[in-house]
């Protein structure tokens, strides 16, 4: 994995959610932003990489129609890796590898978001929300200096309920934090291990306004 491209693709992404908040001050009044650290656990026994993982962003906005539901667009990306103790794999043309691994798993869902909030007026805002859109996904395995890969594409579903903390309600600076699942239907296949939709939990830490 590149770490150093998808560092600055966040610092960016950061970038243009303060831009936006500062335009959106006078033109958009009843919007919201968040930028949060995401940490997810892979559900299910054919995990390709199964690990908890901290490598992971959240960046939302939304508008609120009413004043208890909004609706807006989410991206975010979130790598797992998993070290694979050395071991024979019988690949599909007969030939046989014997290897140790490192698998990872990123994955970079977008699409659009909706939520309902409660409690508009509190320092502590709930809401209950729901992210639909589409996921793509590259499931690799590295051995030495080889690289095995599949990039796949599939429909993402993710369900969360979070809260917004606002010390000042009246003024919109605040934290952010909400659990969430997530479903897509992304399946590949690297050497002899194949992946049939992937499944998350996860936390998600940050900032609102």
Not at 13 to 40: E, H, K, T
Not at 41 to 51: E, I, Q, T
């Amino acid at each position: 994995m590149n770490l150093k491209k998808y560092l600055r693709w966040a610092t960016l992404c950061i970038a243009s959610l303060g831009i936006g908040r500062s335009a959106s001050a006078q033109l958009l009044p009843n919007s919201y932003f968040n930028v949060d650290w995401q940490m997810n656990v892979p559900l299910g026994s054919s995990s390709f990489a199964d690990k908890a993982s901290g490598w992971g962003m959240n960046f939302e906005g939304g508008y609120f129609v009413t004043p208890d539901i909004a609706v807006g667009a989410f991206i975010s990306y979130q790598t797992n890796l998993e070290d694979i103790p050395r071991q024979t794999l019988q690949l599909n043309n007969g030939s046989a590898l014997t290897t140790n691994q490192k698998h990872a798993v990123f994955q970079l869902p977008f699409g659009v978001t909706g939520r309902y909030c409660w409690m508009q007026d509190r320092v502590f805002q709930p809401y209950a929300g729901l992210k639909l859109g589409a996921q793509y996904a590259e499931l690799s395995s590295y051995y030495y200096i080889v690289k095995h890969y599949d990039e796949t594409w599939g429909f993402f579903l993710s369900p969360e309920v979070g809260v917004s903390i606002f010390p000042r309600p009246d003024y919109r600076l605040g934290f952010h934090v909400a659990l969430y699942y997530s479903y897509a239907t992304n399946n590949g296949r690297v050497l002899s291990y194949s992946v049939d939709g992937l499944n998350n939990f996860g936390i998600r830490v940050g900032v609102s306004f």
